[in-house]
């Protein structure tokens, strides 16, 4: 198993570009979720999704555009870029019916806005 | 409306001296609670989870609801437990679920 893969590691956009940071996992996990780390604010979450077809918002959405059309996959969309969403980007998945609640993460995307 | 709270920011520690990395919750129903552990250049990880009552690494953590905490703890600071730790609150029911994180504590251990 790859368990959860994020793709690119790092990206470097101007202000007002779009672009998509992938999600990934083969875990057959319901849950899946972004969240930014920003130094002094921890882990943020922005979306989330329990099932292909839901979504919801998470604490700070937005700016930020998610789908989830299959249970793998649950990419993050920024519209239009702007300085304030430079961060690093996490993606984690978990399974609802486990029991455990585990959240797995993947590797990260750095991402710079100029 | 649920919430983590961690206070310090950053916890400096010497090897072989206690360590107690603080989280407080804010939750209305029965909370489900985890310490994760970021190692330099790794990815977030589970350290350990408040209902398995396991000690991990050396490391335990005890619910209070009273107190509505659940710090981390160990006896004695290793150099390789220098980290950035993250508290989390899941609230998970019938399908759905949602995770909230604390903003997170860095553990540094001085040889």
């Known amino acids: 198993n790859a368990g959860v893969t994020q793709t690119p590691k790092f990206q470097v956009l101007k202000t007002g570009q779009s672009m998509t940071l992938q999600c990934a996992q083969d875990?057959?996990?319901?849950?899946m979720s972004w969240y930014r780390q920003d130094p002094g604010m921890g882990l943020r979450l922005i979306h989330y999704s329990v099932g292909a077809g839901i979504t919801d918002q998470g604490e700070v959405p937005n700016g930020y555009n998610v789908s989830r059309s299959t249970t793998e996959d649950f990419p993050l969309r920024l519209l239009s870029a702007a300085p304030s969403q430079t961060s690093v980007y996490f993606c984690a998945s978990s399974s609802l019916t486990s029991g455990t609640n585990e959240q797995f993460f993947g590797p990260g995307t750095r991402l710079t806005v100029l | 409306a649920q919430r983590v709270t961690q206070p310090e920011k950053l916890l400096s520690v010497f090897k072989g001296a206690p360590v107690e990395l603080k989280c407080n919750y804010s939750?209305?129903?029965?909370?489900?609670l985890f310490w994760y552990v970021q190692y330099s250049r790794q990815r977030l990880q589970l350290l350990l989870r408040?209902?398995s009552r396991e000690s991990i690494k050396g490391f335990t953590a005890d619910l209070n609801k009273g107190e509505t905490s659940f710090h981390l703890k160990k006896p004695f600071a290793q150099e390789e437990d220098s980290a950035m730790y993250y508290c989390a609150l899941n609230v998970s029911s019938g399908g759905y679920q949602k995770v909230t994180f604390g903003t997170g504590t860095k553990l540094q251990v001085i040889p």
């Open positions: 408040h209902i």
């Open positions: 875990m057959n996990h319901e849950y």
């Open positions: 939750y209305s129903g029965s909370p489900e």
